[in-house]
Nanobody
Framework: QVQLVESGGGLVQAGGSLRLSCAAS????????MGWFRQAPGKDREFVAA????????YYADSVKGRFTISRDNAKNTAYLQMNSLKPEDTAVYYC????????????????WGQGTQVTVSS
C-alpha cells in the first residue's frame, strides 16, 4: 500500500530553519506531483508548496514564498521542504501529499496523504 512518511519537524526559534522530508513507498514516485500542506490549531488546512513530477516546476503560497523551498529526489522517492526564516505563524502540523495530476495542486485534492509532522516556532 502507499505510504507517505514525514519527518524533520520539531521546535525551533523564530528565524531558524528546518528541513522536512517525505519518504514515499508503494507508488511510482516520479509519476506523482508532491505537495506540502499545513494546518494550525483551529484553522483550516492550507497549501504551502507543490512540485511537478520531474521537479521542473514549483509553486508556493504567498506566505512562504522566498523562505521555503520544495524539492524532490526521484531516485530516493523523497520530497523535501526546506524552511528558512521561520516565523511563529508557521507553527502547524505539516503534511505531504501525492497526486498524479498537477491541475489542482493547491486545492488539497490529492490521492495520498502522510500522517503529518509538527513544526513549532517560538518567538
Amino acid at each position: 500500500q502507499v505510504q507517505l512518511v514525514e519527518s524533520g519537524g520539531g521546535l525551533v526559534q523564530a528565524g531558524g530553519s528546518l528541513r522536512l522530508s517525505c519518504a514515499a513507498s508503494g507508488l511510482t514516485f516520479s509519476r506523482y506531483v508532491m505537495g506540502w500542506f499545513r494546518q494550525a490549531p483551529g484553522k483550516d488546512r492550507e497549501f504551502v508548496a507543490a512540485i511537478s513530477w520531474s521537479g521542473g516546476s514549483t509553486y508556493y503560497a504567498d506566505s512562504v514564498k522566498g523562505r521555503f523551498t520544495i524539492s524532490r529526489d526521484n531516485a530516493k522517492n523523497t520530497a523535501y521542504l526546506q524552511m528558512n526564516s521561520l516565523k511563529p505563524e508557521d507553527t502547524a502540523v505539516y503534511y505531504c501529499a501525492a497526486d498524479r495530476s498537477m491541475s489542482s495542486y493547491a486545492s488539497g485534492n490529492y490521492d495520498y496523504w502522510g500522517q503529518g509532522t509538527q513544526v513549532t516556532v517560538s518567538s
